[in-house]
Every structure is written in C-alpha cells, then in structure tokens.
C-alpha cells in the first residue's frame, strides 16, 4: 500500500523539477503535447466516462479552440494570452449548440448527433477559406510574450511551464467536479437514469451542464496547442485525433479522469516517438486501433483500475466500466 | 432552365443510388446486432482497393466485371473476420453499444491506415463496367452512373426479398426482432451475425467499386459517405431497412439541389441542420419506424 | 374520511393494440396503505410507471396529486412533488457507496445545506435499519435486500406525501419479507402514506387497508382486503394462477 497524497506530492515536485533534467527542445516539446492531451482526454472523460453521455463530438471542441485562437490572433490581432479564456468560452457555447438537438436523445442517436456536429466543424473550416485558411490552415499565429520574452526561448521553457500549470489546474478542477455532490449525480445519471429521475434528478441539466464544463478545458487547450504550434491546421478535426485522445481515455480507465490524464502522457510519448519515422505513420495509427480493442478486451477498467488495486482501494473510486447501454 | 432541372435529377440518382447501397447496410446491422458500424465507410473504401488489386493481378484485358465479382467475396469475408474480431468478444456486455462503437471505431482507423500502407497516398481509378458517357436529349450521363442508377435498385430489392422470402432473410430478421427467442426455435444466432456483417460490407464494398469506377480513390474516399450515410439513417430511422433506403433517395436529391442553389461548401451545413430539425421533431426518424426498445 | 391525496381518473395507456391500463380510476387517502394487487401482465407495474411517468406518461385521464395536475410533468418534478417511487428490478447507482445512493434521494428536498441533507440521509438509513458499517461499501457490491432498503431509504430521505413501492418483496428471503412488513407497518404508522404493489399476498394482506385487484388492465375489485380476497370474480380471475406462484414463492 502506497501512500496516496505522498505519491501525488511527489509526482508534481518531479514534473516542476523534470526541465532541469530534461534539456533540449524536443523532449520538453513531448511532455507539452502530454499536458495539453492530458487535459483533452481527462475532459472529455467527464462526459464520456463520468457522465455516459456519449459524446463523441469532443474533438470539436479542441478544434474550436485552436481556430477561435488561430483567427483571433492573426485577423483581429488579439493578444495570445487573451484568446486562451475566450476559447474556452467560444467551446462553452459551442457545447450549448450540440446540447440543443442531443439531450433529448439517447444512446447510438446521441452518438450520430455529436460525431456529425465534430465533422460539421471540419467541414465549414474546410470551405470558409478566408477566414480559416481552407485545408492549408492559418500559420504564423503569434507567440505568448510577456514583454519581450518569447516563451518559446530557453528550449521552450515558458511553454513547458504554461502548459504544466494549465494542464494541473485543469485536471484538479475536473477531479473536484467529479467528487462533487454534482459529479456524484452525474454518476447517478449514468448508472441507472431511470432511478434518477425518480429521485428527482433533472437528467438533461446535469447532462447540459456536464457537456458545458467539459468543453470549457478544451477549448482552453486547444488555443494554448495552437498558439504553441503557431499554427491550425484542420487535422485537429480528424478521426486519427480523435482515436488518439480515445486511446488515453480507454487506457486510462473510463469514469477516471484521472486516469486518461496520466495515460495522455505515455501515448503522447510513445506517438511522437513513432512520428519520427514517416514510414510508420499509418503503422502508428494501426497500433493505436490494436491498443483500443485490446484495453477493451482484456483491461476494460484501465490504468485507473490497476491502479485502484495498487492504492489497496476498493473498485468504489472508478467508474469502473464507462457505460451500460440505457 | 430544363438542362438544370435534369442535371439535378441525375445527380441525385446517382448520389441516392450509393447512400442507399451502403446505409441499407448499416441499418441491417443496427437490426439485427443493435451495433452502429462505424467501419461501414472504410468497407467501401476497402472495397475498391481490393477490387482493384484483383484487376491489376488479372490483367487488363479481363473485363473489369469480373474482378468485382471476386472482390464481392473478398469483402463479405472481410466483413465476417470483422465481426469475429472486433465486435463478437463484446457481445453480452452491458456496455456493448458503447464498446462496439469504439471498437467499429478503431476498426475504422485500422483498415483506413492499412489501405494507405498497402496501396500509398496516390490517387487510383477502377476502370468502369462500361467505358463512355450516354447523350439523351437533355440527359447527359457516363455509363458508370447509369449502371449505379439501375444496380442499386435491383441490389436493394434482392436484399428485400432475399428478407422477406428466404429462409436466411427470415432468420436475420427473428434474430433483429428477438434474439432470445430466435435462438430458442434454433436460429443460428452467431452465424447470422457473421451473415449480416458479411453482407454488410460486401453492399458498402459495391458501393465503392462502383463509385471507383466514376472518380479517383483515396483511402478516405469512405468518410463523406458514411457521413452521408449516418445522416440518411437519422433521417430514415435507423430501425429500419426500408426507411434508410427510401432516406437515401431523399437526401440524395436534397444534395444535389442544395449544391445548386446554396454551393458546395454549405450543403454540409445544410443538411446537417435539416438532421437537427428532424432530431428535434422527430426522433424516431422522418418514416417513423420505432427505435429498438432498448435504446 | 381522510383527504384524497392522489386522485387517478380514467388514466388509459397503450402499446399498439394492446391496451395495458384500461379506463381505471381510483384514489389514495392520507395516512393509508393501499395495495395492488393482479396477475403478471394485469398492468400493475405500467399503472405506477404512467402515474410516476418513468419511464412513460399515460395515454389518456386524469392525475391529480395533492390537488394538482401532473399528468404534464417531467419524471423528476412529479418527485419532486413528494410523489415518490421504488421499483420492481433492483435499481441502484452501482458505482456510487450505499451512502451516496441515498444522498441522490435529496435532489427532492429543495434548498437545504449539505450538511443537512447528510443528516437526512443518515436518518432514512438508520429507520430502514441499514448497517452502519456497510454504508461505504459498492451498491453494486450489496445484496439483495440491502440494495432494497437503500433504494427505500433514497425515498425517505426528501418526507414524501406518498411512497410507491413495486414489488418490495421480489427476490427477497421469508425472514426477510418479515423485516420488510414491520418496516412497511412502521413508516406506516409514522404517518406515512404508501401504495405497495405485490405478489406476495400475505405481505400485502398484513400492511394494506385496502385492496385493488387488477386484471388485464382494469379493476376487478377493491375495497376491504378480507372482502375482496373472498371476491369470486378476483378468486377466478387472479388467485386461481396465483394461489401457485404464492406458494413457489
């Protein structure tokens, strides 16, 4: 038995004190991809996994994101701190848009509505050229500064730093969400909606809300993604990222979110590894789809499952499997 | 004025003819397994990759035919392993719905990568059945499309009365409606769904060797219509076979006049609105066909 | 005569053809415990589904509770309401601790601090006499009667007017039906009014005052449980297949 906020202490003085290890721009590059994924992962974890909504539009919010950013700071010269809290607020509002036509449904439809609203999003970046850049994208998105230190200098340190405090507060924000009295009827909801309902439980509230809190990391992360990158480009929107931020969840361990965020980092590393070889890209993406069926198959809870087991914890703490068919 | 009415007309045959093909596919394994493939779109893609590579190996003097036809059998065996590997371990879970979907998902990802390992980026073209276009007063159409306009129905009126009157179709249908029971009067339950998985992906496979046959492939050539696909089944009901079919149709004419009068880039957003809409009043569907009680 | 606190009239109900609650109206006074009682498919469990609208309405009639209309509301606000209800099949929030599953019970209890709704959470469970020492553990992990007292006491914890419970006894060991008689009894004589739907006819004849015999969707009978136990139309129509399952069970 391993003593539980000991082991989170520890974990966070190492990932403040890592770039004193970690020199040199391309690991540090690594574990900035890791935050923002993580927090990508953990969210959509919220509805997904807490929730049993099943959303699988989440992608779009991150789209959003990176776009709102993207065109912000390039066409109406937005300051790039500025356009990280308006993303997030530009994805709340996008998930209210969803919420309208998906609340009232349930199960696969809840599924069609929110697949095709992400895939909606690609299409109209794709066709309203002007504003997003088409299929070539928006480049040369400025940099965060403050003053004249660009947080890229350093091997990327302000970047490492911004994306760590970020990727934190984001991630104990949605764990406190999901042990809340709110987060607990979330499960509820998810559990037995029926049940709910006749403990006067407003399922589309908790659901509307849960949609809207989740989308609001999101948007965030995808802005700080585009402003690190200093581009957009409309893969945010593709099936290919949206396995991959699937693959953190379902490693992780559903109903976790915990869990995904952790798993976020070992994917991130072992994807950018393999992106280093042109050849294995379609490998990469096939070896993702592989690591999906086998986590469903045989470790259907997760990281967060096994790890439950290592805590000397009961299974109560995770939300076990994601989701019975309502 | 005449000239446009009939481009229109034509081009959302064509366009209902294959959403038609590949969501009576997807509706009959909703049916039937209660699962939402996610993968459909890929089978079409795989589909023509495969058919073309037979006709590569066969040679160019062979008519083009043929090698659909071997390619037909290739994919109904796809579409089985498929089942086999990725949805059968699942079944019975109380999650399955939501396992399946990711599991079609990553089916999705494997399948689109492996056609880009195996057969590279570059843009291929299957030679159509029958090479030429057909002039007809004010209809000008190339013989593919023709032969997609009048395939589709016949294949889709084959699957009904394949269905309806024969002894597998009636099985597929007991187990959709029951599975329990179907498996008490002795209906190989399993085997219908390795029946209905295979046939399946051999429609989506048609689909796209047909629409090989008229434009250029990509490995992704399998995305837009299973988006079409899953807007079609929104709109139909996705309990129901004949509702897609009949949805297919529609859709596919409401493409072809929205990319006339409102352009290309906002059809998308279009019809993704009109599915709103109907979702909203709807949710069972434009043709009422009730959802499966369980969901 | 006690007030009426819930007042059914003519309330019908539909699948296709089949016409599952026929044109029945009845009431429910305060301070009683009315069972119902009908062979499998009498339309027992789809007369507390359409009253409580989970997870359905009625076709046609009329719901009055406590002097208003709910047959318009949503599922959660007729709880809301004090309407309260279990169900038939163990229903619980698997993931969540025996604790947790009874806090959901007091979304129905309007504003009130959180450490008032513990309070009140730990009250209903201690009145259905649930161990003190297992309300951390898995719902999903319980048994079955606990699962049961917790899916009462979520119930409890919001003082509803009127408590429904489908089929209390399912499932559940003689010693065990015992337990849950005296509950019924107790909350019962604490002031509680509660409609019980039940199989088990002596469990029904202990609690209930009065008596209503469903069959195919319809009133056979109601009234004194005694006379209406003797009833010849309820004798042939529902004891006759009955008498047996009684038995097995």
């Known amino acids: 038995m391993i003593n539980r906020p000991l082991a989170i202490a520890a974990a966070l003085l190492l990932l403040l004190l890592l770039p004193l290890v970690l020199q040199g721009p391309y690991i540090r590059h690594l574990f900035i991809l890791a935050f923002l994924f993580a927090i990508v992962a953990a969210s959509w974890d919220l509805t997904l996994g807490l929730t049993g909504l099943f959303n699988f539009g989440h992608i779009a919010f991150f789209g959003l994101g990176v776009y709102t950013a993207g065109i912000l700071t390039t066409q109406a010269g937005v300051d790039p701190w500025l356009v990280i809290p308006i993303a997030g607020i530009v994805a709340a509002l996008a998930a209210f848009v969803v919420a309208a036509p998906t609340l009232r449904l349930r199960g696969i439809y809840v599924v069609l509505v929110t697949f095709a609203f992400s895939q909606l999003c690609l299409q109209v970046v794709m066709s309203q050229g002007d504003l997003t850049g088409g299929a070539g994208g928006i480049v040369r998105v400025p940099s965060l500064r403050i003053s004249d230190y660009n947080f890229a200098r350093d091997q990327r340190l302000g970047y490492y730093y911004v994306s760590l405090v970020l990727s934190l507060a984001c991630i104990a924000a949605l764990v406190a969400i999901a042990r809340s009295p709110l987060g607990k009827t979330a499960r509820a909801v998810r559990d037995n909606p029926e049940y709910a309902a006749a403990r006067g439980i407003d399922q589309m509230r908790i659901r509307l809300t849960m949609l809207v809190i989740s989308a609001i990391p999101t948007g965030i992360a995808g802005a700080l993604y585009c402003i690190y990158f200093r581009v957009a480009a409309p893969e945010v929107f593709s099936f290919s990222t949206s396995t991959l931020i699937l693959t953190m969840l379902l490693v992780g361990g559903a109903g976790s979110i915990v869990g995904p965020a952790v798993a976020a980092v070992g994917i991130v590393m072992i994807s950018e590894y393999l992106e280093q070889f042109p050849d294995l890209k379609a490998t990469k993406h096939m070896l993702l789809a592989v690591g999906i069926i086998l986590v469903l198959r045989f470790f259907p809870g997760g990281l967060a499952q096994i790890s439950a087991n290592l805590f000397a914890r009961s299974a109560k703490t995770v939300g076990a499997t994601p989701e019975r068919a309502p | 004025m005449a000239d446009i009415i009939v481009s229109i007309l034509v081009s959302g045959l064509v366009l209902g003819s294959l959403y038609a093909l590949m969501a009576s596919g997807l509706s009959m394994v909703w049916t039937t397994l209660g699962i939402f493939n996610f993968a459909h779109g890929v089978s079409m893609t795989v589909g023509a990759y495969v058919a073309y590579e037979i006709a590569q190996r066969l040679g160019p003097d062979l008519w083009v035919g043929y090698s659909i036809l071997l390619a037909l059998v290739v994919m109904a065996a796809v579409g089985a392993a498929f089942e086999y590997l990725l949805i059968r371990p699942f079944y019975g879970r109380d999650d399955m719905v939501l396992v399946t979907i990711m599991t079609t998902l990553a089916g999705l990802t494997f399948l689109e990568n492996g056609v880009l390992t195996i057969w590279g980026p570059r843009l291929k073209q299957l030679e159509p059945l029958i090479p030429g276009n057909i002039s007809y007063g004010l209809v000008n159409i190339s013989r593919q499309e023709l032969i997609i306009v009048l395939v589709a129905p016949v294949i889709l009126l084959a699957l009904f009365l394949v269905l309806n009157h024969t002894q597998i179709g009636r099985a597929i249908r007991a187990v959709g409606q029951n599975q329990k029971s179907a498996q008490l009067i002795g209906i190989p339950v399993t085997r219908m769904f390795l029946v209905s998985f295979g046939l399946a992906a051999a429609l989506a496979g048609l689909a796209g060797m047909l629409l090989a046959g008229v434009r250029l492939m990509t490995p992704t050539m399998g995305a837009d219509p299973l988006m079409k696909a899953l807007i079609v089944v929104i709109f139909g009901g996705l309990g129901s076979i004949g509702g897609s079919i009949g949805a297919a149709y529609v859709i596919g004419f409401l493409e072809a006049i929205l990319i006339f009068t409102v352009g290309i880039y906002w059809t998308p957003s279009m019809l993704f609105l009109l599915m709103v809409l109907v979702l909203l009043f709807r949710p069972q569907g434009l043709f009422g066909a009730k959802n499966p009680s369980s969901l | ?249």
């Open chain 3, 1 to 249: 005569m006690a007030a009426i606190l819930l007042d059914v009239g003519h309330v019908t109900k539909r699948f296709g053809a089949f016409v599952a609650v026929n044109d029945v109206t009845f009431d429910v006074r305060e301070g009683e415990v009315l069972g119902i009682a009908g062979p499998n498919g009498s339309g027992k469990s789809t007369l507390f589904n359409i009253l409580t609208g989970i997870p359905f309405g009625r076709d046609a009639g009329e719901i009055h509770f406590r002097g208003q209309s709910v047959g318009r509301l949503k599922p959660f606000e007729i709880a809301r309401l004090g309407l309260v209800r279990t169900f038939q099949k163990d229903s619980d929030f698997k993931t969540l601790s025996a604790f947790e599953n009874v806090m959901m019970g007091t979304w129905c209890c309007g504003p009130i601090s959180a450490s008032q709704k513990r309070d009140l959470a730990s009250a209903a469970l201690d009145k259905v006499g649930f161990a003190l020492e297992r309300i951390h553990l898995t719902a999903g992990d319980l048994s079955v009667f606990d699962r049961k007292r917790l899916m009462i006491a979520s119930a409890l914890v919001s003082s509803p007017h009127l408590l429904m419970l489908d089929e209390p006894a399912s499932g559940l060991t003689k010693p065990e039906i015992d337990a849950l008689r005296d509950l019924l009894l107790e909350l019962n004589a604490s002031g509680l009014t509660i409609v019980v739907i039940e199989h088990v006819l002596p469990l029904l004849m202990a609690v209930a005052q009065r008596l209503i015999v469903l069959n195919e969707g319809r009133i056979l009978s109601q009234g004194d449980p005694q006379a209406v136990v003797r009833d010849e139309r309820v004798i042939s129509a529902y004891l006759g297949g009955q008498a047996s399952h009684a038995h097995a069970s």
